[in-house]
């Protein structure tokens, strides 16, 4: 099968000015590396005139302007089913997945396209991260265990929470050449085509959150390797449209995390990381009350917080 280099879908909302500047450093790098991409933008019904934005500005981008903000899993699959997956992709290039908060550098796209030419069983590359102010981010993981459910609530030495009990990876193990990891954080991952044919769409079950980890398990399950070239960089500003609903995206962030243990973990396990969640929402609450009668904490910031733990308590 014939077709662009790249296959690249960027799922947006609310986030104009960075979908922007994703754009333009998309299109320098594919210029600076010679390659070509057919790019989608699905807009998930942004109020902000992203799509306006992306119309007037880059015509060559396929836009596509859904109704409702359908969430990150069902936007991703509706860019895959654009493109005939899981059956009948229209081609065999590789498909880039891509945030909008992100700018890619040049040479990055070069390196992960290498990539996939030279590990045949790679069904899945992703770059090395930087945050805006060029510091490093987390970009490689392990799949995600008690100790890390633990290490989300408690206050414990910040060499904890870099260390692999956490799932990190040091610079000592990644170095500057390729390395294979569990899962890619979900800001920029290049998928190859035989393997989405293989493993199928993203879950929809997933609103945002924890859908390229489940991706990636399914992926292990069937054979496939994953891995991180940080030699490929591509600058995220993390975050820019969870940002804006900060206690709602906490709750998301558990439901996904909990439909994520309830497909790969057993019942043990499952009962373990609740009890262990409860645990450190009644630390959390406890420390807001206090903050509240310290005058650190606004009431309603508390009262804010408190429905969201509640809700996830009761998940």
Known sequence: ??????????????????????????????????????????????????????????????????????????????????????????????????????????????????????????????????????????????????????LEFFPIHWRLRESKLNGRFSAAETGSAPFRCDHPLGAAMLLRSQALTEIGLFDDGYFMYCEEIDWCWRAARLGWEIWSDPRAVIVHHAGRSSAQFRQAMFVELWRSRYRLFSKQRGRAFQGAARGLVRLGLAYEMARARRQVRAGELSPVEFAERMAAWRTVWAL
């Open 1 to 150: 099968m014939s077709g662009p280099d790249l296959e690249v879908i960027i799922v947006s909302y609310r986030v104009r000015r960075f979908l922007s500047s994703c754009l333009a450093s998309l299109y320098g790098a594919l210029a600076a590396d010679g390659l070509h991409a057919r790019v989608q933008v699905l807009d998930n019904a942004s109020d902000d005139g992203s799509a306006d934005m992306v119309a007037a500005e880059y015509p060559q981008v396929e836009l596509v302007r859904n109704s409702l903000n359908i969430g990150y899993a069902r936007g991703v699959n509706l860019g895959l089913r654009r493109l005939g997956y899981p059956i009948a992709p229209v081609s065999a290039s590789p498909v880039l997945l891509l945030n909008p908060d992100t700018e890619v550098l040049p040479g990055t796209l070069g390196w992960l396209v290498d990539d996939l030419g030279r590990l045949p069983r790679a069904g899945l590359v992703g770059p090395g991260l930087r945050f805006g102010d060029g510091s490093l981010q987390h970009s490689a993981f392990r799949f995600p265990g008690l100790v890390q459910t633990g």
